[in-house]
């Protein structure tokens, strides 16, 4: 078969087709399912739901890169309205916007993966040569301490001051990259090494077609077996013009934690113990930002490069679960999580350019749920006690840092918001202001929802990441996760992407 991109929106008639394998979803799982497939001989059908944007489209607006490059144009929050979880849309889906940032499964999780969910064959060992596969494919390097922007070094200087353990992160970025700090709104300068720039052009040459602005409904099946999917070709604002539907006896599904689960959940499959949709961790955040005397301009560079870990022990029963990272945003996303209207609003802006901005990402043990509620996708999440305590303790080990790097106000937005100017303000930070609307809180990494695990009561796919009741049917994206990871998660949803498409081709080998 020969290759090709394919944009829904420039097509009028319905489109039917046969091939091997059809892949739903295009961002870090599809698009290494797309190139490993291709790559084996197989004939591999891509459809993506959002469109193809490439450098030249990124204007570094946020009206119109948010809309654009985002689920529910960014507005997609949880039932209660109280995490705001962004997402990608679009060939590359959500690394095409990410911060590249680079991290291994630790070990400690994949022993838990082991250990508590049957998952036999996973260990750091075995996944080492996937990891090693994916650091050469993209590229990735550990930041160059040269590159700290002004944000970064103030996470660094004030950790430093507290002898909290830190350090440099690794970037999937090259040459190109000139440390604009627009990753999130797309990298004009096409610095980034993501699924769209390097694996997708690899799975196209390899011969697969990659539709965008193809939305996949359902998934097609009968006799226990999957049959292929149908779905709709859109426009440019996501209205249907005309059908797509694509045979196969493989399905790959790999809408991300949140687009799977929706997928498998409207096309019926059998689920006699109410796995699909369970266990959605999403590794909340809140969000902390703090004033200096000084101009920081954190809009400039690169907008992630050191952690601090003091705070983050992924072992079993831990109860220090907090990741803390910069997390500047621009202009629009800031002064929607700063508190006040018109001229207040207006004066807490002024301060844009001395300022700096904290995420306290947990290692979340809360399980959500996605549902459907008649054609709306649905995220339920509330998290837990023990989630608030951690969510507070990131939030208050956050401002510390501040204080330390000489910070004049320390704010985190909440109703009202908390001000901390000196330590002893410190103690109003509480699980109690991480109860549902109060302390603002966003997500970046949906994962969990169709996960891997040996007993079919618990979990949706097994270690080869297939169905356990719809043969042929595979899940390659982050839905895979038995828990949540404490970390970046790209790295191991492209490691296990790429593991389960070995898996993939194995089997069909034997079934034909
Ligand atoms: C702002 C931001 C910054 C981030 N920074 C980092 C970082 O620095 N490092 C890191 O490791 N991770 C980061 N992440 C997270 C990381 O990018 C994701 O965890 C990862 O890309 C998820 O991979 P996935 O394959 O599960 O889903 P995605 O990459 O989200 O791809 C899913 C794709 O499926 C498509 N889709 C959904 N439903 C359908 C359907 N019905 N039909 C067809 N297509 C569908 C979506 O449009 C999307 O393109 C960040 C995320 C965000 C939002
Ligand atoms: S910081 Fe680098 S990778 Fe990010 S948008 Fe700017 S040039 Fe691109």
Request: aromatic share 6%.
């Amino acid at each position: 078969m020969s290759g090709g991109f394919r944009r829904g929106r420039e097509i009028q008639q319905d489109v039917a087709a046969t091939a091997d394998v059809v892949i739903c979803g295009s961002g870090a799982g599809g698009s290494m399912a797309a190139r490993e497939l291709a790559r084996s001989g197989l004939s591999v059908m891509v459809l993506e739901e959002g469109g193809d944007h490439t450098a030249r489209d990124f204007t570094q607006r946020e009206d119109e890169m948010i809309p654009a490059l985002f689920q529910e144009m960014g507005g997609r929050r949880t039932e209660d309205l109280s995490v705001m979880i962004l997402s990608g849309k679009g060939l590359g889906g959500s690394t095409v916007h990410n911060t590249n940032l680079c991290k291994r499964t630790a070990p400690e999780i994949l022993t838990q993966w082991r250990e508590d969910h049957g998952l036999r064959g996973i260990s750091e060992q075995s996944m080492s040569p996937f990891f090693q596969r994916v650091e050469q494919d993209l590229g990735v390097v550990p930041i160059d301490p040269i590159r700290l922007n002004g944000n970064n070094q103030i996470l660094k200087a004030g950790a430093e001051h507290l002898r909290y353990r830190g350090g440099m992160l690794s970037h999937n970025r090259d040459e190109r990259c000139i440390g604009s700090g627009f990753c999130e709104l797309g990298c004009a300068y096409d610095g980034k090494l993501n699924a769209r720039r390097v694996l997708l052009p690899q799975a196209v040459e390899a011969g697969a077609i990659v539709y965008s602005d193809a939305r996949v409904v359902r998934v097609l099946h009968d006799d226990g077996e999957a049959r292929g999917v149908e779905g709709v070709l859109t426009d440019a604002n996501g209205r249907s013009r005309a059908g797509i539907r694509i045979h196969t006896r493989t399905v790959c599904l790999a809408g991300s934690a949140i687009g799977s689960a929706s997928i498998a959940l409207r096309s019926g499959i059998h689920d006699p113990h109410s796995q699909i949709g369970k266990s959605l961790r999403i590794h909340p955040g809140a969000i902390i930002s703090g004033v200096f005397d000084r101009v920081v301009e954190s809009f400039r560079g690169i907008p992630q490069s050191y952690e601090c870990t003091e705070f983050l022990d992924l072992s079993k029963g831990s109860n220090k679960r907090v990741w803390i990272i910069p997390s500047f945003a621009h202009p629009i996303g800031s002064s929607a999580l700063t508190p006040g209207f018109g001229p207040a609003l207006m004066r807490q802006m002024r301060n844009y350019p001395r300022t700096a901005v904290l995420a306290g990402m947990i290692h979340d043990e809360t399980e959500g749920r996605v549902y459907l509620d008649g054609e709306r996708t649905r995220i339920d999440y509330v998290p837990n006690a023990q989630d608030r305590e951690q969510l507070a303790l990131g939030a208050r080990e956050s401002a510390r840092i501040f204080l330390a790097a000489g910070a004049r106000e320390v704010m985190i937005p909440a109703v009202p918001p908390m001000y901390v100017r000196r330590e002893s303000d410190l103690s109003q930070i509480t699980a109690a202001r991480f109860a549902p609307n109060d302390a603002k809180l966003t997500a970046v990494h949906p994962m969990g929802t169709l996960r891997m695990g040996a007993d079919p009561h618990s979990s949706v796919v097994d270690e080869r990441g297939r169905h356990h009741h719809l043969s042929g049917l595979y899940v390659v994206d982050g839905s895979l996760f038995p828990t949540s990871i404490g970390g970046p998660p790209q790295m191991s949803i492209y490691a296990f992407a790429m593991k389960v498409s070995g898996h993939v081709v194995q089997d069909m080998r034997a079934r034909s």
